[in-house]
């Protein structure tokens, strides 16, 4: 179907996208998170829950979808971007991101969200169930699934060992390696090589929003490789598959056909296991669906959160 457009409501102006309200919140232990919302305060949040070291611009063409219809919040996960370092580098657990979203939710008083997880934020929001699984009035799981997706992307023997060589490497990793990548960051030939060889992975699609794809890999150069690592250790032995058959979250999950993380497989599983889940495959998108076919990620959102409108009254 062709995109459509929704009016701002009378009560506020167009949503501008590129402005958003910005906020600090001290979470469970202390962390100091980076918040930013869109749209307005008095519509059903909306929370965005993201990938590993990416930011908020990956959002960009949900939050100008739907910021004329929900409350947006996102955050910067911590020790990434603005937020601050947690107490130590055993806080990065993803049990530690659930709680932060918790907090996140409490602290606004926020009632029955649409929680709307990326890749890792897919991990973030199921293990938020655990504790929390009567508060969401809905589940997106974009690009992500239970079940130790690094070992199904990486399991092939060579890819095994160099994957766990690069987080012993980040693990040890000291300040000078964060100063050597934010020098690459602004070189462009070193930006337009790490973007040419994904593509030629078969990791990312020709359709891509190139711009944004290479904005977020700038910024990606500049994290705390401790971080990082810390994040993709806990990652990768993280299976929540046993919260599935307990989420009673009205939920879709969205993959992509040619997304080499989240695979058709793992699609189907977690599909099959949250009871009443809807399935949607996007054709040729990878793991960066939301910005190779943004018209057809939004559209596949917006026709399930219509579904829902329809139920309830019906």
Same mark, same amino acid.
């Given at each position: 179907?062709?995109?459509?457009?929704?009016?701002?409501?009378?009560?506020?102006?167009?949503?501008?996208?590129?402005?958003?309200?910005?906020?600090?919140? #001290?979470?469970?232990?202390?962390? !100091?998170?980076?918040?930013?919302?869109?749209?307005?305060?008095?519509?059903?949040?909306?929370?965005?829950?993201?990938?590993?070291?990416?930011?908020?611009? *990956?959002?960009?063409?949900?939050?100008?979808?739907?910021?004329?219809?929900?409350?947006?919040?996102?955050?910067?996960?911590?020790?990434?971007?603005?937020?601050?370092?947690?107490?130590?580098?055993?806080?990065?657990?993803?049990?530690?991101?659930?709680?932060?979203? *918790?907090?996140?939710?409490?602290?606004? /008083?926020? !009632?029955?969200? +649409?929680?709307?997880?990326?890749? &890792?934020? +897919?991990?973030? $929001?199921?293990?938020?169930?655990?504790?929390?699984?009567?508060?969401?009035?809905?589940? $997106?799981?974009?690009?992500?699934?239970?079940?130790?997706?690094?070992?199904?992307?990486?399991?092939?023997?060579?890819?095994?060992?160099?994957?766990?060589?690069?987080?012993?490497?980040?693990?040890?990793?000291?300040? /000078?390696? @964060?100063?050597?990548? /934010?020098?690459?960051?602004?070189?462009?030939?070193?930006?337009?090589?790490?973007?040419? &060889?994904? @593509?030629?992975?078969?990791?990312?699609?020709?359709?891509?929003?190139?711009?944004?794809?290479?904005?977020?890999?700038?910024?990606?150069?500049?994290?705390?490789?401790?971080?990082?690592? *810390?994040?993709? =250790?806990?990652?990768?032995?993280?299976?929540?598959?046993?919260?599935?058959?307990? $989420? =009673?979250?009205? #939920?879709?999950?969205?993959?992509?056909?040619?997304?080499?993380?989240? #695979?058709?497989?793992? +699609?189907?599983?977690?599909?099959?296991?949250?009871?009443?889940?809807?399935?949607?495959?996007?054709? !040729?998108?990878?793991?960066?669906?939301?910005?190779?076919?943004? $018209? !057809?990620?939004?559209?596949?959102?917006?026709?399930?959160?219509?579904?829902?409108?329809? /139920?309830?009254?019906?």
């Amino acid at each position: 179907m062709p995109e459509t457009t929704s009016s701002a409501p009378s009560d506020m102006p167009p949503a501008d996208t590129s402005a958003p309200r910005e906020t600090f919140l #001290t979470s469970f232990d202390g962390t !100091q998170l980076k918040l930013y919302s869109y749209g307005n305060p008095k519509r059903r949040p909306m929370v965005l829950v993201n990938g590993i070291g990416a930011t908020r611009a *990956a959002w960009k063409y949900v939050i100008e979808r739907f910021s004329a219809d929900y409350h947006i919040i996102t955050w910067d996960y911590r020790g990434l971007f603005d937020s601050g370092s947690a107490p130590n580098i055993e806080s990065y657990r993803m049990a530690d991101h659930a709680e932060d979203l *918790a907090t996140i939710l409490k602290a606004g /008083s926020h !009632q029955a969200p +649409v929680l709307i997880g990326w890749s &890792m934020g +897919v991990q973030v $929001v199921l293990e938020f169930h655990r504790n929390y699984g009567d508060l969401p009035h809905a589940f $997106v799981a974009l690009n992500g699934a239970p079940g130790h997706m690094l070992n199904k992307a990486f399991e092939h023997p060579i890819k095994r060992k160099v994957i766990d060589g690069l987080l012993k490497a980040g693990a040890y990793a000291t300040e /000078s390696v @964060g100063f050597l990548a /934010s020098k690459l960051k602004g070189k462009e030939p070193v930006i337009g090589g790490l973007f040419s &060889m994904i @593509g030629k992975l078969g990791a990312l699609s020709p359709d891509a929003d190139a711009e944004l794809m290479k904005d977020l890999m700038r910024e990606w150069l500049c994290h705390d490789m401790r971080i990082i690592a *810390a994040i993709l =250790s806990d990652l990768a032995d993280h299976d929540p598959s046993d919260l599935l058959p307990s $989420v =009673s979250t009205p #939920t879709l999950v969205l993959g992509g056909s040619d997304d080499p993380f989240t #695979t058709q497989e793992l +699609v189907d599983r977690t599909a099959d296991g949250i009871r009443g889940a809807i399935r949607h495959v996007v054709p !040729q998108a990878t793991h960066f669906g939301l910005f190779e076919y943004p $018209v !057809q990620v939004n559209n596949t959102i917006e026709n399930f959160l219509n579904g829902l409108k329809t /139920s309830a009254v019906s």
